[in-house]
């Protein structure tokens, strides 16, 4: 679909397709063929043989790879081809290895692998432009596909058909349904064939470098690459443990070749700040024990129920510890080597080979989150550091709004003059509204005499974009009685959000999208998909799902990115730092995401209700990195195409292993009920290790497998794959290219039909589309089950955190509106502890492990900790009205085992802010939150989510605000917005003052006695206010003179003087006191 094409709107099931504000008929333009033969296991050039000819490792399919892949390989490795599995016969010049002199022609072959003119050229007129429908299809000819590593078998069984470099499997052509199709070898005579470093090691003669010349240069080369591999020996024996993926401490990562080193590495935890972390966690669980063992055995009689209350509670509590810190018992810092991906993939003056991203932008309702946000979001996209051919940017408005369409077309006007500024000037954030507002020295490493005067212009040019964007805002406030009209006269096709059509619009494009220097921009597309009356459309994850659906149709890019429309892009390399990941050859087999933290903008300096969240980000997702992942924080996150089409992973035979305490603790792992499906079991898991084609899961399918083909590729029925996928043989054929890329069968004429088609309301009917597949229904909090079931079938995650954030975001900073957003999070997680996908009972078939699933239990059961959380708040004001303590008087032994325990419990927040880099501030901001959260939201969300679930009584969910502070700093902290959810915690501060008071009066009154047992209940209280602080001083709003902490101790205070005031009664003379104390009452 061009960029000028204009907007398409239309509904499938009404046989409706309309083109809006039509441009021109104009195709596609053809791009560039950039077909080269590159080796297709470490990304270098395959060269030639002596006699100028092309190397062909393999006569049998022509797989590209290199002579020092091929030698290594035969070598060390299979001795057999990655992608037909044909062993490998010796080439001219290439030492013999252990096998050739059983195979009969040994001797070296030439002109075996030709290919005819005809069969060429009937292949070129098949394929024709088909292969070019997209920026994403060019990767076709120049992605590498890491297909053996290391010497690991790797099966053929579906072979990869994403690139002309292998063998495409296609319904029809003119070679018949399902010939195999290979491109020529090619060579432009006019390129230099670059220089390969070989190892010295090897035989000089496999090479064909024999001469006293080059010994010289190998010897002086040789003892450079000795000196980098004792500093790399040095560098990795630092960190103290395995390399992640290489099964060394470092000694084998020093190559020949750098591209066959990793692209990332762990970096482990100090053990100076583990280990006693470590220590503390087990004596913690020592004290906890012996702590409630005596709490059990030492009832208060007199206060029975107050005590069983507070055992109870406390018992909760120590569970609900237990979840939560086990999980992070091995945590592990990462490190990308962005300079190794560009040598491997991105190499200066060739043809980029980086995988192709498709970012997904998320908005709903304008007036919540303004366009101009919005705005700054998708422009930060279309300036990234990446390949433009490579990235393309969907912006899915779900409400239909037509100030989202012309704020976006805005957008693509101005991003023609903000991304060149962005790249030439290399400045970050690539955000305009947060560029110009950053209070730094601009001038900073800039070099270039023109800067100065062009950001000047840049900054203007900005400012008026603002003002055209305020100016579509405040037309959008009221709407006309005829409903909006585009500039053309055409009615809005979404006057009605909840009726309305599907709508597409590519702003821009290869095909049309160029800036103001003519290099082109990214692609940059408008989706709105159809609503009807009376289906169910899932709110954000119906919207995402559709968005994978229609960009597979257009770009079909391998890995996906969300954000938020209000998380931009803080770092330009953000893309490759997850690419380190995500195209790493270990890794990216069983990488289901890459997860970034969340960083935000905005807050103000002590975070009051710690919107940052510091301690869940840089403490608890660290430790889980060190299991199987982080959980998935819904914006932030690179996904793998294939893990959200419920494929199953590739995994090693050490990851097919039991988890080591599952092994101790249960023995071996049951596959299966029966015979046959152990056998089932058996066979898919060695599929697995073998293929590098992810398999879907057996069980799942109600068609089962067709069976095998010649080559023994695995197929399954076209009604099978409609079930699971939708009946849209376009995206279908689009799942199978694991690589991305448009498949070379498709017609650029079908594309625009096709789209429409899948982002149409009834598509998902009876499919597998929320299920298995995609973002996952069920639950308001979409993030969490979906990561859950990728780790249910084996995928790990990363947690990646570069030094310079990855992105920002809004987060709102009142009170009221941070309440609501805990409660959406809390109701979600209520919605999936009721639900059939609660990790306490699923998913125990799959690869989840315990540590894991564990996290995964933490983080559905957290609001059930508000129930005994309120309760233990409100205890201390009951003990100080009815002068009763939930503790017995205790010996000197017992009070030994309270101390350790508080001492227990600072010292593993200590600890944990050690290694995690959190600071005194954000951990104490962040246990204030968890009082405040706990008695109001988490509260709140259990007794919802049991109306919910139990009783269908549905609860609107409620966009968070994203206003921008135009009332001065920080102005909406100190907005005061009335809610329920203000009661509980009102409730529980006015308790314990008033128990303050009431037990300080008692004892005023008992005499100095009963001061000794009232210090104990006046600790629990205090405890409870301190925690409540910030809530408090939310409540009283602004106060431009008077701190909030004056007006507490003023009231506490004059209430305790008042109470002094009547029992000291100084105006009263003695004689009248005593006549008073003398006269006889009603008792006389």
């Not at 366009?371 to 969907?394: E, G, H, Q, R």
Request: aromatic share 10%; with cysteine.
């Amino acid at each position: 679909m061009e960029a000028n094409a204009g907007m398409v709107a239309g509904s499938h099931k009404r046989n409706e397709l309309v083109r809006i504000r039509h441009d021109s008929d104009s195709g596609p333009k053809p791009l560039k063929n950039l077909n080269g033969q590159i080796c297709q296991i470490c990304g270098d050039t395959v060269g030639v043989t002596a006699s100028g000819d092309l190397f062909v490792a393999c006569n049998e399919c022509a797989f590209p790879v290199c002579r020092a892949c091929y030698e290594y390989e035969r070598k060390d490795g299979n001795q057999s081809c990655p992608q037909c599995k044909t062993r490998y016969k010796r080439q001219k010049g290439c030492p013999r290895v252990d096998g050739d002199d059983e195979e009969e022609d040994i001797d070296d072959l030439e002109d075996e692998f030709n290919y005819s003119q005809g069969k060429s050229k009937a292949r070129s007129q098949w394929l024709g432009d088909d292969v070019e429908l997209s920026a994403s299809s060019r990767r076709e000819s120049q992605q590498p596909i890491p297909l053996l590593t290391h010497g690991q078998s790797v099966s053929g069984e579906i072979p990869p058909s994403t690139q002309d470099t292998h063998s495409v499997r296609s319904t029809s052509g003119p070679l018949g349904p399902g010939d195999r199709v290979q491109s020529l070898p090619y060579v432009d005579p006019r390129r230099p064939v670059p220089v390969r470093i070989v190892d010295p090691s090897k035989d000089l003669n496999s090479y064909g470098l024999g001469n006293v010349d080059w010994k010289e240069r190998v010897e002086g080369w040789k003892l450079k690459q000795e000196k980098n591999m004792v500093q790399m020996t040095n560098k990795y024996s630092e960190g103290k443990g395995d390399i992640e993926g290489t099964g060394s401490n470092g000694e084998e990562l020093q190559t020949a070749d750098d591209a066959r080193q990793p692209l990332s590495r762990v970096v482990p935890i100090p053990s100076s700040h583990l280990t006693p972390y470590r220590v503390v966690i087990i004596l913690r669980l020592i004290i906890l024990g012996f702590f409630l063992q005596y709490r059990c055995t030492h009832p208060v009689k007199d206060a029975y129920p107050l005590w069983l209350t507070s055992v109870i509670c406390e018992i909760w509590f120590a569970l609900s510890w237990l979840l939560d810190q086990f999980p992070k018992w091995y945590p592990i810092n990462r490190e990308t080597y962005l300079e190794r991906l560009a040598l491997r993939y991105d190499r200066e003056g060739e043809p980029s080979q980086l995988a192709p991203v498709d970012v997904f932008v998320s908005t709903v309702d304008p007036m919540k989150e303004p366009p101009l946000i919005t705005a700054n979001t998708v422009l930060s996209i279309l300036a990234v550091d990446y390949p433009v051919d490579k990235v393309s940017c969907y912006v899915s408005d779900d409400g239909a709004a037509m100030l989202t369409f012309e704020a976006l077309s805005e957008t693509a006007e101005f991003a023609r003059k903000w991304v060149p500024f962005c790249k030439k000037h290399n400045i970050e954030p690539r955000a305009p509204e947060f560029y110009f507002a950053q209070k730094i020295d601009y001038l900073k490493d800039k070099i270039q005499p023109s800067f100065v005067k062009e950001r000047r212009a840049m900054k203007r040019e900005y400012e008026e974009f603002k003002v055209r964007i305020n100016a579509l805002v405040a037309k959008a406030q009221k709407m006309p009685e005829e409903g909006w009209t585009m500039q053309d006269g055409t009615p809005w096709p979404g006057n009605n959000t909840r009726d309305h059509p599907g709508m597409i619009q590519v702003f821009l494009g290869h095909s049309g999208g160029l800036d103001t220097d003519g290099n082109e921009l990214p692609r940059l597309v408008y989706v709105s998909r159809e609503k009807r009356p009376g289906f169910q459309h899932h709110k954000k994850a119906g919207a995402m799902n559709a968005l994978i659906r229609v960009s597979a149709v257009l770009t079909n890019g391998a890995y996906l990115l969300n954000v938020d429309c209000d998380h931009y892009f803080n770092n330009s390399k953000a893309l490759k730092e997850a690419m380190c990941f995500m195209m790493d050859r270990v890794l990216g087999k069983k990488t289901c995401y890459v997860q970034f933290p969340q960083r935000f903008d905005g807050i103000d300096l002590h975070d009051r209700y710690a919107n940052r969240n510091i301690v869940f980000f840089d403490i608890n997702l660290k430790g889980l990195d060190g299991l199987q992942g982080p959980v998935y924080v819904g914006t932030g996150c690179c996904f793998n195409r294939q893990a959200l089409y419920g494929y199953d992973p590739v995994l090693t035979e050490e990851d097919l292993q039991p988890n080591i305490i599952v092994k101790s603790c249960c023995g071996t792992r049951k596959k299966g009920r029966s015979a046959n499906k152990k056998y089932i079991d058996k066979k898919r898991e060695m599929k697995r290790t073998e293929s590098n084609i992810p398999i879907f899961n057996i069980e799942d399918m109600e068609e089962g497998v067709e069976g095998y083909d010649d080559e023994k590729s695995l197929l399954m029925s076209q009604k099978s794959l409609e079930k699971r996928f939708g009946q849209s043989p376009v995206f279908i054929a689009a799942t199978f290219m694991e690589m991305g890329g448009i498949p070379p069968t498709t017609n650029p004429s079908t594309l625009l039909k096709e789209a429409i088609h899948v982002i149409s309301c009834g598509y998902e009917d009876k499919t597998e589309w929320g299920k298995e597949i995609g973002w996952i229904y069920g639950s308001v909090t979409e993030d969490i089950l979906t990561g859950f079931k990728m780790h249910a079938r084996g995928w790990i995650s990363i947690y990646c955190m570069p030094p310079r954030p990855a992105f920002k975001g809004s987060a709102p900073i009142n009170l009221s509106d941070r309440l609501n957003q805990v409660l959406r999070w809390a109701l979600g997680s209520i919605e999936i502890l009721l639900s059939r996908h609660c990790p306490i009972w699923y998913g125990y078939n799959g690869r989840l492990q315990l540590l894991e699933r564990l996290a995964y239990i933490n983080t559905i059961v957290y609001p059930l900790t508000s129930i005994p959380l309120l309760a233990y708040c409100v205890l201390p004001a009951i003990c100080l009205l009815t002068n009763k303590f939930i503790i017995p008087e205790i010996s000197n032994f017992a009070s030994m085992w309270f101390i350790l325990l508080f001492v227990s419990i600072f010292a593993t927040g200590i600890l944990e802010m050690r290694w995690g880099g959190v600071s005194v501030e954000d951990w104490w901001r962040n246990e204030q939150f968890w009082v405040i959260g706990g008695t109001s939201a988490h509260l709140f969300a259990v007794f919802q989510g049991l109306l919910k679930v139990l009783a269908g009584i549905d609860t609107n969910f409620t966009v968070t605000s994203k206003a921008s502070d135009d009332d001065g700093e920080f102005a909406e902290l100190y907005v005061f917005k009335w809610t329920s959810l203000l009661i509980p915690p009102t409730t529980v501060l006015i308790v314990n003052l008033v128990g303050i008071v009431a037990g300080v009066s008692y004892a005023i009154n008992s005499g100095y006695q009963s001061w000794g047992p009232l210090f104990g209940k006046l600790f629990f209280a205090i405890w409870v206010i301190v925690h409540l602080y910030p809530f408090l001083k939310g409540l009283l709003g602004r106060q431009n003179r008077t701190p909030t902490i004056v007006i507490v101790w003023s009231i506490l205070l004059a209430s305790i003087f008042s109470l002094l005031w009547v029992r000291i009664d100084p105006f009263t003379s003695e004689a009248t006191r005593r006549a008073a104390n003398g006269q006889c009452g009603v008792n006389c």
